[in-house]
């Protein structure tokens, strides 16, 4: 079976094997999906409306941040506060695309497939708190779930040569 949600699109991008623990999660795959979906409805938004496009992107931003903090921070306690402040920033998001369906500024499929999306990750997230609150209650934490490097020497052999930017950063 893929991994994966519902065939996700991010996962073919540079950054995506990178840090990789938390975008295996679901909730964020469709988190960052939902994400991509609210940039390009709101990138059509007349002026009128770009405070309310300025907010919605922070709001589904926040989701999928707060989804991948909470798992990088290495600790459940952590972890459910940060996906609860998630679910609250959907709670938003929610609200804001209820306007914008009322104001007829989303419509036809950009609204369904918005929605969709707000469906899926709204369950997503309860059934990831719903799983980490299981496991606080089963005390079965284990933190190796987390963030982890190779193993290597933080030791610089060559502290006393000076060092210069790269051309294309200065």
Not at 36 to 49: E, N
Not at 126 to 148: F, H, T
């Amino acid at each position: 079976m893929e991994r994966g949600y519902r065939g996700y699109k991010g996962g073919t991008t540079q950054t995506y094997k990178k840090l990789y623990g938390y975008k295996n999660l679901l909730a964020w795959q469709v988190a960052d999906d939902l994400a991509t979906c609210v940039h390009d409805v709101v990138s059509s938004f007349k002026p009128r409306y770009f405070k309310l496009a300025e907010q919605m992107l922070s709001a589904v931003i926040s989701v999928k941040a707060n989804i991948a903090e909470g798992y990088c921070r290495n600790a459940l306690g952590d972890y459910i506060r940060f996906s609860e402040i998630a679910r609250g920033s959907l709670g938003e998001l929610g609200s804001q695309i209820q306007d914008c369906e009322r104001w007829k500024v989303i419509t036809g499929n950009e609204l369904e497939q918005l929605l969709r999306l707000y469906r899926d990750a709204t369950w997503l997230l309860e059934q990831l708190i719903k799983g980490l609150r299981a496991k606080r209650q089963e005390a079965n934490w284990d933190r190796s779930m987390g963030v982890k490097e190779e193993e290597t020497s933080y030791i610089a052999t060559d502290a006393d040569t000076p060092f210069t930017l790269p051309d294309e950063l200065t």
